[in-house]
Structures are given as structure tokens and as C-alpha cells.
Nanobody, 124 residues
Framework: QVQVAESGGGLVQAGGSLRLSCTAS?????MAWFRQAPGKEREGVSYISRSGGGTDYAHSVKGRFTISRDNAENTMYLQMNSLKPEDTAMYYCAAQATYNGFGWPLRQRDFPIWGQGTQVTVSS
């Protein structure tokens, strides 16, 4: 039973940067970051394939966020630069313990493993 846990959230001013980390207790396949702002649906932010060779991003974060992973450490990262107040949300790590097909936009049901979330707040 693989578990994941996020860290790295916090309060930052607009234009600043944060790096989120997600550490898994075992092998994972595709991993992803989701976020949910108050009053809004949870949305997919980015995903990364098992090898790290396949990635994609929501249009709203493309060019500002970078997803990566270190399989030796069972850790995924989300480097967030040029943060905007609109990025304020609870950010969740999600993973597949075995391969599951998925599409874009990312769907919660395609990722059986979830972390507890880490809050990112971007002030004006």
C-alpha cells in the first residue's frame, strides 16, 4: 500500500517562488499535482510519467511551473515560479501504484493514491 505525502507549501508574495515536494513510500507510476481553491473544483495542474520523460501542464501554469521526479528518492517536485494570487489553493499530490490510463484534463479517479494536501497562499 503506497502512500504519498506533500510538503513545501506556504505564504509567498506575488512573483515569488515555492517548491513543493511529494514523497512516496514505494514505487509509483504516473504522478500528478492537483489543486483546489475555495469554492472551485479540484483541477489537474501537471503530471509526470514514471520515467520522467512525459509531462504536461495546465495552460494556466505552463511556463511558470516545472514538474520533476527523482525515482531513487521516490520524490516528485513542483517548482512554482512567478506565482500569482490565482495560484492560491490547496495542492495535492496524486499517484498511480500501477499503470492506469488517463487523459487531459486530469481526472481524480485516475489516481488512486492521494496525499493530504499542502496549502499555497499567494498574496498581492
Amino acid at each position: 500500500q503506497v502512500q504519498v505525502a506533500e510538503s513545501g507549501g506556504g505564504l509567498v508574495q506575488a512573483g515569488g517562488s515555492l517548491r513543493l515536494s511529494c514523497t512516496a513510500s514505494g514505487l509509483t507510476y504516473t504522478m500528478a499535482w492537483f489543486r483546489q481553491a475555495p469554492g472551485k473544483e479540484r483541477e489537474g495542474v501537471s503530471y509526470i510519467s514514471r520515467s520522467g520523460g512525459g509531462t504536461d501542464y495546465a495552460h494556466s501554469v505552463k511556463g511558470r511551473f516545472t514538474i520533476s521526479r527523482d525515482n531513487a528518492e521516490n520524490t516528485m517536485y513542483l517548482q512554482m515560479n512567478s506565482l500569482k494570487p490565482e495560484d492560491t489553493a490547496m495542492y495535492y499530490c496524486a499517484a498511480q501504484a500501477t499503470y492506469n490510463g488517463f487523459g487531459w484534463p486530469l481526472r481524480q479517479r485516475d489516481f488512486p493514491i492521494w496525499g493530504q494536501g499542502t496549502q499555497v497562499t499567494v498574496s498581492s
